[in-house]
């Protein structure tokens, strides 16, 4: 505490220093280092303390939020840039500009931010960096750049400083970083200062009477992901996955790090509408993408989830011409685009997992899975495969065959193919680059440089042949689907598939909890739409919602590529709630978040893209309570019929979870939605205008 008083006082010291010109080592005088918002609530100011560390802090309407805090990175030869530094030159701009997803949960985005660009030297090693801020009225970024310049050529990052100083206690949501399970854990909820040790991002704070904060990082491209290491009670730091060599990031000048973001709202529900995630990253690199296609799709998956199928060969082989010509009727019949096909490939027999991935080949079908002829077969009748490659976490395997396996799918009119990362543990051999000698093996983390690089690889390969991706296990998401469109959805969090014989279970709370952390990351690939929830085995893994709650997910969990992830024959019984399924649009063009806590419940509205129906879902933990919002997004003046798919009187996800009863009201803008949540629960709306 001691220090941390006096580490202020310094901070506030230096800061009225350089504004009055008194530090002779500022070589460009400054009457001030902070930038503000556009609105003006929020202000990052970068101070020098007295030996020319850099620190900076941020507040939102005279509050802070972060006290002072490191900023810098410390290189292998043992310099640390941000320590001891001058100033060059402070540059601070504006931009307000519109930018329009080609596809996503809100057509038009704004970015509206100031930037100040720091430009640092080492008073020593003469060695520069940038500091770029960007400060949105809902969030900060920051991030370093090395500009080309002969004092630093090659970059070897030993470890990065930047440190986020939270000003006061609050509660915290948050799941462990560098456990096996990679991001597929529950969320743990705790005081901000009994927070774990190492925790992924979005890490999301709630400070009494506001605000709430998520830490996440945007644009994480040729660099290690960051975890948050705590270093004091209130106190985190970056913690950069390291290589095999202990080096966390290698680089050439000039280079730049992701941008360390703090997503900032007076409310949780405004954590789910900023998009200052993707505002910080680059635009659209690969020009026309309209080969991108949004859509829905169902898939020989849950099935071996449930023991029933297997993805390897033998009689319940999942993958047969004549199970996947099945799901391509079913498809065709109810308007899916797609139908995902695993263990369509060889590799999938005997101890896949423990021979470490290698039996995979990518380009070879199972003799009783006839690719050319269902493709053709979809084709016809308007589908498409959805292709999978399931790596068992061995990434050289994969790309030496990467290639050839998107243009094979490509060849089968394949626009989309769910990758996977299964293994028992999240080191993935390498088999070159630094610190491996010929014929030898390293092992590097799932969110390293090196799996960062491969995720990149694949995505830039997939594009190549107008393929979208679907990442299973991968790294966490940091809103590349702005520069890369084809990168559309992916896991990085515990999905559906734990309600399976995988278990245990996730837990009521759990999809509540998602919304205001993991989601805020980007798409998920959840797959939603279980209706078969009374025989799915003990409670400890039965899937924790109502029936209407699982349709509640389509709104609330949002995916460009999202599941019915069910049997087909599970749907006949309850063909009018499969209705919302095949009515529910993935591609929207706006996003309204009505209400919620994390944790509890949520309740979101999104407008499709294509029509001029709106859709709500509203989804609670355990406990029942009454959803109660105001219809004000609806358009002014536009009567609208709102059919309701809600939980019956006496539904309960423990005891009776399909009871539900679907209604019709007529409703306008002016008038309120107020529908009660049976536990677990949840409600699905669809709004149409009625005239
Ligand atoms: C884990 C994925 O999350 C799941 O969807 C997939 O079925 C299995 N791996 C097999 O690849
Ligand atoms: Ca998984």
């Not at 996730?506 to 989601?519: K, Q, V, Y």
């Amino acid at each position: 505490m001691k220090n941390k008083t006096a580490l202020n006082r310094m901070f506030i010291l230096i800061v009225v220093a350089i504004a009055s010109g008194f530090l002779s080592s500022v070589a460009v005088a400054q009457s001030s280092i902070e930038v503000t918002s556009p609105d003006a609530r929020s202000k990052v100011a970068v101070g020098i303390d007295a030996d020319g560390a850099l620190f900076y802090s941020i507040e939102r309407s005279g509050q802070s939020i972060i006290k002072p805090s490191r900023l810098g990175i410390v290189l292998a030869s043992g310099d640390t840039l941000g320590a001891a530094v001058r100033v060059l030159e402070r540059k601070t701009t504006d931009h307000d500009e519109t930018w329009t997803q080609p596809w996503g949960e809100i057509a038009q985005i704004r970015d509206h931010h100031r930037q100040l660009k720091l430009s640092i030297e080492q008073i020593d090693g003469g060695q520069r960096m940038d500091i770029v801020i960007r400060v949105f009225n809902n969030g900060v970024g920051i991030r370093y750049e090395w500009p080309e310049q002969s004092a630093l050529k090659a970059i070897a990052i030993a470890d990065e400083l930047t440190e986020f100083r939270f000003a006061r206690d609050g509660a915290a949501w948050w799941i462990r970083a560098y456990e096996w399970d990679r991001y597929e854990y529950l969320y743990e909820a705790t005081p901000l200062s009994r927070a774990g040790a190492l925790l992924h991002t979005p890490f999301t704070a709630e400070f009494k009477d506001g605000p709430v904060v998520a830490i996440h990082e945007a644009a994480l491209v040729d660099y290690a992901g960051m975890s948050l290491k705590r270093t004091g009670p209130l106190a985190y730091k970056a913690d950069l996955a390291p290589w095999s060599t202990g080096v966390r990031v290698y680089a050439e000048a000039p280079a730049r790090s992701p941008w360390r973001v703090l997503l900032i709202g007076d409310h949780p529900a405004d954590l789910i509408e900023n998009y200052v995630v993707l505002n910080l990253n680059e635009p659209n690199r690969l020009g026309d993408v309209s080969w991108v296609e949004p859509g829905k799709y169902i898939g020989i998956w849950w099935a071996m989830h449930l023991t029933k199928w297997t993805w390897g060969s033998g009689p319940n082989h999942g993958a047969t011409t004549e199970h996947t010509r099945k799901y391509i009727d079913f498809a065709a019949e109810h308007g899916f685009s797609g139908v995902l096909v695993e263990g369509w490939n060889v590799g999938w027999d005997g101890d896949w997992l423990s021979s470490g991935g290698k039996s995979f080949s990518f380009v070879t079908p199972y003799p009783d899975y006839n690719f050319e002829e269902l493709a053709e077969y979809a084709r016809q009748r308007g589908v498409r495969l959805i292709g999978h490659h399931e790596t068992g976490g061995n990434p050289p395997n994969y790309e030496a065959e990467m290639d050839s396996a998107f243009a094979l799918m490509a060849a089968h009119h394949v626009r989309s193919v769910k990758t996977g990362y299964v293994q028992w543990g999240t080191n993935f051999p390498r088999v070159d680059g630094p610190g491996v000698a010929p014929g030898d093996t390293a092992r590097e983390w799932n969110y390293g440089q090196y799996m960062v690089d491969h995720y990149q690889k694949t995505v830039e390969t997939a594009a190549r042949h107008q393929i979208a991706i679907n990442i299973h296990e991968g790294v966490k998401d940091t809103g590349l689907r702005r520069t890369y469109p084809n990168l559309m959805t992916r896991e990085a969090a515990r999905g559906q598939e734990y309600n399976s014989t995988l278990g245990p279970g996730n837990g009521p709370d759990h999809i509540p909890t998602l919304a205001f952390t993991r989601m805020l990351a980007g798409p998920m690939d959840f797959t939603p739409g279980i209706f078969d929830l009374d025989n799915s085995g003990p409670l400890a893994n039965k899937v924790p919602t109502t029936l209407a709650g699982q349709l509640a997910l389509y709104v609330v969990l949002y995916s460009p590529l999202q599941m019915a992830a069910d049997l087909p024959e599970n749907y006949p019984p309850y063909m009018d709630a499969f209705q919302f399924i095949k009515d529910v649009p993935v591609d929207w063009s706006e996003t309204k978040a009505l209400e919620g806590q994390i944790g509890d419940f949520v309740t979101i509205a999104r407008k499709d893209r294509h029509s001029e129906d709106w859709y709500l879902g509203a989804k609670t933990d355990g406990a029942a309570r009454v959803m109660d919002v105001a219809l004000d997004f609806l358009s002014q003046g536009n009567r609208y019929t709102a059919t309701l798919y809600r939980d019956a009187q006496n539904a309960d996800w423990q005891t009776n979870p399909t009871a539900y009863q679907i209604e019709t009201r007529n409703v306008t803008s002016a008038d309120r939605l107020r529908v009660p949540l049976a536990p677990g629960g949840g409600l699905a709306v669809r709004f149409t205008p009625s005239e």
